[in-house]
């Protein structure tokens, strides 16, 4: 239970205090800012609080969104203030100040912050409440920013949230408040401001209703992301059985899935119901589905004596590859500064013309359109067909996408950052062999604005070409060309990522590693190599993308011990490799198998504990669909 304090008694005929108890407040009555310190010295220290003026007038949504957002650590609208846990020392100092220097003037400005877009101005009461003048809540939440509290000012657009200072007023402020449908803004404000072609236009436009129902009923955020998990599991345990129907019977709960996967986030935006917790499973989840599904399509075919792991398993390189390669830029470029170039001027200009919009987004295969094509070719064709198509599609996107960053890289002047080398070289996933060479062999090398992604393309070309040529992968010889790749990969990391292009990085060592497991089992006569290999691959992957959000929250990579742990990309390229040498048949599916169970119980068990900690970020993505 959450404590509202208002500071004085409503109007007659104000809905304030039943406003107030819909949202989940025990509404007590203060008067000033004295007695609201006395109320707030006995509510318990863990529970949110909120001062509100007993004048507020407007839309209980507007109250909702500065009120109960667990996201921030204080918000505000005019004439309401509320506080978590970790805010209420400062909380409790303001009032004390504010007891010590009396009521604020009414009208008066000087400690009070500007409004922000779409916030409404207070109206300067006439009448004293509480400490008469200026709302005390509005007071409270200048005196917070001054003290270094972030407050967050939701955007109200046409939601109306003021404090009127005379019955006239109040009955102007009453008829805008009617004049406006807060449930609807509510429902339209629950779907991304973002998202691609076929989740605005044939998901968004009902599953917002279903959020809806689903919030009336009591259900959570993660009640509906593990709905969907499941969904997506029984669709690859349909695709699984290799019959039509199975495959039929695949694509429609894939479908389903994606919309519940889209309910579950307008869900948490609708009922402001956000949690590490959710964000660890909206996160993983998306990934866990698609490449369970992969793996459903691969056993399906199998079933009719078609071996596809190989596709299946190129699938899942391309679409992590395709993920790293988002992030790793993004992260390089957000903060970076002189960030313009004649590129992005043009891929600006193109966003202002409609069509050009929904074009650009579909074409890079966002989630929506990539299950779209996936449950289609899975319901009419063959999963052979259904991998060719997506390989080709994705790989196409990844081109597209991928030359379009290049070529704003090369025309920009950017000035990258250190926070921003710090990310990279996270991503780089580099263990103790490669940080050894680093620090051994790549100072003596010089540094330049193009090294790195040279040298790392340099070491990915070795482990390839080298070994396939001489015709010696999977032996003993093959070890030669995996020292030489840990050793350039070291070399490359070697100094501050804040070139060009360096953004590279991450992914080629991704395609590197993936792609060498992928060869060596595709290449191995042993039976099972390859399923073995999806499931080596995807324990990896999950390490990659829980590295992704942990720092996409704010807090860094995961322990270092841990990418020792597991042995960083080159590390496992030299396991693998060496396994590929010392067993052949079932004895390497064997070493595959033990692998990837290892990494997994190592990596499971860490993040389980980071993202169910107290301590983790919450990580949502309103700007749009990932890739």
Not at 491 to 507: I, N
């Amino acid at each position: 239970m959450s404590t509202a304090i208002l500071t004085g008694p409503p109007p007659a005929g104000s809905s304030l205090e039943d406003d107030l108890r819909a949202l989940g407040f025990d509404v007590r009555t203060a008067t000033g800012a004295a007695g609201a310190a006395g109320e707030l010295a006995a509510v318990p220290a863990a529970e949110r609080v909120a001062v509100v003026d007993p004048r507020f007038t407007g839309h209980v949504h507007a109250l909702r969104l500065a009120l109960t957002d667990p996201r921030f650590p204080a918000g505000a609208v005019p004439g309401a203030l509320a506080v978590q846990a970790g805010a209420r020392q400062a909380l409790a100092l303001a009032l004390t100040e504010q007891t010590a220097t009396g009521p604020t003037p009414a009208g008066a400005t000087p400690t009070t912050p500007a409004a922000e877009p779409g916030v409404r101005p207070v109206t300067p009461a006439s009448a004293e409440v509480a400490d008469g003048g200026e709302p005390l809540a509005d007071v409270l939440a200048a005196r917070l920013e001054a003290a270094g509290v972030p407050v967050h000012r939701p955007e109200l657009g046409v939601l109306v949230a003021a404090v009127p200072g005379d019955e006239e007023t109040r009955a102007k402020t009453l008829a805008e408040t009617a004049a406006v449908d807060d449930e609807a803004v509510r429902l339209r404000a629950a779907v991304k401001s973002r998202d691609g072609f076929f989740t605005t236009f044939c998901v968004s436009p009902y599953s917002r209703y279903i959020a809806r129902w689903c919030a009336r009923r009591g259900l959570t955020p993660n009640q509906v992301t593990t709905a969907s998990l499941l969904t997506a599991l029984i669709a690859a345990g349909c695709a699984a059985t290799g019959t039509r129907t199975g495959f039929v019977a695949a694509g429609v709960l894939l479908i389903a899935s994606f919309v519940l996967d889209c309910t579950d986030g307008q869900l948490a935006r609708y009922s402001l119901q956000y949690s590490t917790l959710g964000a660890w499973l909206d996160a993983t989840f998306d990934r866990a589905k698609e490449y369970a599904y992969y793996a459903g399509l691969a056993l399906g075919a199998a079933r009719g004596g078609d071996d596809v792991w190989a596709l299946a398993l190129g699938a899942m390189v391309l679409q992590t590859c395709r993920h790293v390669v988002d992030f790793a830029f993004n992260e390089a470029n957000h903060d970076a500064t002189a960030n313009t170039s004649p590129t992005a001027a043009l891929s600006g200009r193109l966003d202002s013309v409609g069509w050009t919009v929904w074009a650009r987004r579909m074409i890079i295969l966002p989630i929506g359109e990539r299950w779209a094509l996936i449950a289609l070719l899975t319901a009419l064709t063959t999963p052979r067909v259904t991998f060719v198509v997506l390989l080709i599609g994705c790989a196409f996107a990844a081109c597209y996408t991928t030359a379009g960053r290049v070529l704003r890289s090369l025309t920009r002047k950017a000035e990258r950052t250190d926070r921003a080398a710090r990310a990279l070289a996270d991503l780089t996933d580099s263990g103790p062999v490669a940080e050894a060479a680093s620090r051994v062999v790549g100072r003596l090398v010089p540094g330049g604005s193009y090294s790195a992604p040279y040298w790392a393309l340099l070491a990915a070309v070795a482990l390839f070409v080298w070994p396939l040529a001489a015709g010696t992968l999977g032996t003993w010889q093959g070890l030669a060309p995996a020292a030489v790749y840990a050793l350039l990969a070291g070399v490359a990391v070697a100094h501050a990522l804040k070139g060009p292009l360096d953004w590279l990085l991450p992914a080629v060592f991704r395609a590197t590693e993936y792609g060498i497991v992928l060869l060596l089992a595709a290449r191995s006569d042993a039976p099972g190599a390859l399923p073995a290999a999806f499931g080596l691959v995807a324990a990896v992957a999950y390490h990659h993308y829980d590295t992704v959000y942990r720092i996409r929250g704010g807090t860094g990579a995961p322990p270092h011990w841990l990418v020792r742990a597991i042995g960083g990309h080159e590390g496992r390229v030299l396991a693998v490799t060496a396994a590929a040498s010392l067993w052949h048949g079932r004895g390497f599916t064997i070493a595959l198998t033990v692998l990837a169970a290892a990494i997994a119980l190592v990596v499971l068990s860490e993040s389980i504990r980071f993202w169910v900690s107290s301590g983790a970020p919450a990580v949502h993505d309103e700007t749009g669909e990932p890739a």
